[in-house]
C-alpha cells in the first residue's frame, strides 16, 4: 500500500478512494496544482487532507463559511489530524491561544475565509510558516458568473504571489459551467494545473417525481410501503411542522429539523 493509502484507510477508515481522489492527490504530491469538480459526497476533501498530511509543513484551506470551517476541523480534529480555523467566531483568547499554536507548528490544517487575506498581520505570520499547499474550496466563488460570487476570492492570487516560494495550489468546487472553470483558472493563477471533472451521477440516489393532490396520504402510503427510513423535504418551517405533527399523531416515531 502507498503512503496515501495507508493514510486512508488509518484516518478516515476507507480500504481504497473513490474515483479522482487517488489521481487528484498523486499530483498534489507530485507538486502540480490541481482542480478538482466533483460533486457533493465525491469526497473532495480528502484529495487537500491525506496530501497535508504528507507534505512538509502546513495547508491553508481558503473556505468561505464559518460553519463548514467549523464542520471540518471538529471532524479532522475528532479522527486525529491537528487542524483549525481562524474566523471572527473565535474570542480573544481562542485567536490569541490559535495563533500561538499556529506559530508553534502544532496545526497541519488551517481553515481560513477568503476576507483574512487582506490581513497584512495574517500575512506576516504566514510568512513565518512553511506552507506546502494552499488550497481553495468552493473555488466557483472567484467567478462572477459561479452562483455564489464572493468578490475578495479576487484577491487569493495576489495574496499567494506575495511568498517567495510559490506553494501548490488546489481548486475544488461541486459544479462549475465551462465559462466559470476557465475564470477559476485563470483568477487563481493555476499553473498547468491537473484538471479532474467528476461524473455528477449519484449511484446510491434514485431521484423519481410523483405528482399527487393529497400529499399527506401519499407521504403515509411510502412510509407504510418502506422498511428503512427516510428524509422528508418540505419547502417551508410551517409544513414541517404540519407534517411532524400529522406522522406523528399517526404513531411514527419522528424528528424534525
Not at 493509502?5 to 480500504?15: A, R, W
Request: net charge negative.
Amino acid at each position: 500500500m502507498t503512503n496515501s493509502q495507508n493514510l486512508l484507510k488509518k484516518f478516515f477508515g476507507y480500504d481504497k478512494f473513490r474515483p479522482g481522489q487517488e489521481e487528484i492527490i498523486n499530483n498534489i504530491l507530485n507538486q502540480n496544482d490541481c482542480l478538482g469538480i466533483m460533486p457533493t459526497g465525491a469526497g473532495k476533501s480528502i484529495c487537500y487532507q491525506i496530501p497535508a498530511m504528507i507534505l512538509p509543513g502546513v495547508t491553508i484551506v481558503i473556505s468561505p463559511l464559518i460553519s463548514l470551517m467549523k464542520d471540518q476541523v471538529d471532524n479532522l480534529n475528532q479522527i486525529g489530524i491537528p487542524a483549525t480555523f481562524i474566523n471572527s467566531s473565535l474570542s480573544h483568547s481562542e485567536y490569541s491561544q490559535t495563533i500561538n499554536n499556529i506559530m508553534h507548528n502544532v496545526y497541519k490544517i488551517i481553515y481560513v475565509a477568503p476576507e483574512r487575506l487582506t490581513s497584512e498581520v495574517f500575512l506576516n505570520l504566514l510568512n513565518n510558516l512553511q506552507i506546502s499547499m494552499f488550497t481553495i474550496d468552493e473555488a466557483h466563488c472567484v467567478s462572477m458568473w459561479g452562483h455564489d460570487f464572493r468578490k475578495s476570492y479576487r484577491e487569493i492570487a495576489q495574496f499567494i504571489n506575495e511568498f517567495d516560494k510559490r506553494p501548490v495550489i488546489t481548486a475544488f468546487t461541486a459544479t462549475a459551467t465551462e465559462v466559470v472553470r476557465k475564470d477559476v483558472l485563470e483568477l487563481l493563477g493555476l499553473s498547468n494545473p491537473y484538471i479532474y471533472i467528476g461524473g455528477f451521477d449519484r449511484e446510491n440516489l434514485n431521484i423519481h417525481l410523483y405528482i399527487e393532490e393529497d400529499k399527506l396520504e401519499f407521504v403515509k402510503d411510502i412510509i407504510r410501503e418502506e422498511d428503512s427510513s427516510g428524509i422528508i423535504y418540505c419547502v417551508t418551517r410551517k409544513e414541517v411542522e404540519g407534517l411532524y405533527n400529522y406522522l406523528k399523531d399517526l404513531g411514527y416515531i419522528v424528528g424534525k429539523y
